[in-house]
């Protein structure tokens, strides 16, 4: 079966600027998650999708943002970029919470 | 809350060796999963193996099994006849954190990093 596809892979963004990234998860599968992965706080859980609506939120600015569209196919958002939003994205889709498949991440570099 | 740890940040094991990857963990869920999964330099997170919290057997895929000691709260991948490509960094997560609605969310360790020697 077809993986979890993020696009794109790497991406370079000037600060102040914003940014989408894109997650097709496994079909069947309505649950994307999002998360961040950077040296100094390691993966942290950003927000989960299910069935277009938003059910579940982690600590993070307003800033970051996300929808899930009727194919279950999901992009986050970042705007007015930092610094400190370097990091891997990493998105993972579930069908029952037990099976949870990760993408090969978005390497996001804000200069 | 959930908290996961791992104490080992890099381990060394020499090819056809056994390696154990410590995790332990701490909840207040009496329903919980545990997964343990492998990250190459690539950045894909690799799902190896999964633990339920009422599974009365350990774990087991292939040449990787986990070690699952409930009352000890800890959740070991063991890894056995290392392979030069098992050479990355290891995460321990688990599931919890039910927020309602059936939603979950992964909680995950720091990682260790294995390498593998010839």
């Known amino acids: 079966k077809a993986g979890v596809t993020q696009t794109p892979r790497y991406l370079i963004k000037t600060r102040g600027q914003q940014v989408t990234l894109s997650c097709s998860p496994i079909?069947?599968?309505?649950?994307v998650s999002w998360y961040q992965q950077t040296p100094g706080q390691g993966l942290q859980f950003l927000f989960e999708y299910f069935s277009e609506t938003q059910r579940n939120k982690g600590n993070f600015p307003g800033r970051f943002s996300g929808r899930q569209f009727s194919n279950s196919r999901s992009e986050m958002n970042v705007s007015t970029l930092e610094l400190g939003d370097s990091a891997l994205y990493l998105c993972?889709?579930?069908?029952?919470?037990?099976?949870?498949?990760f993408g090969s991440g978005t390497r996001l570099t804000v200069v | 809350a959930q908290k996961i740890t791992q104490t080992q940040p890099g381990m060394f094991v020499q090819e056809k060796e056994a390696v154990t990857l410590d995790c332990t963990y701490d909840t207040s869920d009496q329903s919980y999963g545990l997964f343990w999964y492998k990250q190459p330099s690539s950045g894909e997170m690799i799902f190896l193996i999964y633990q339920g919290s009422y599974d009365e057997q350990n774990a087991t895929e292939g040449r990787y099994s986990l070690n699952f000691q409930k009352a000890r709260k800890s959740a070991n991948l063991v890894i056995s006849a290392s392979q030069l490509g098992d050479s990355a960094m290891y995460f321990c997560?688990?599931?919890?954190?039910?927020?309602?609605?059936?939603?979950?969310?992964?909680?995950f360790g720091k990682g260790t990093k294995l390498s593998v020697i010839p």
């Open positions: 079909s069947g599968h309505r649950s």
């Open positions: 993972a889709s579930s069908l029952e919470g037990v099976d949870y498949t």
């Open positions: 997560a688990m599931r919890g954190g039910y927020s309602g609605a059936g939603s979950y969310q992964l909680t």
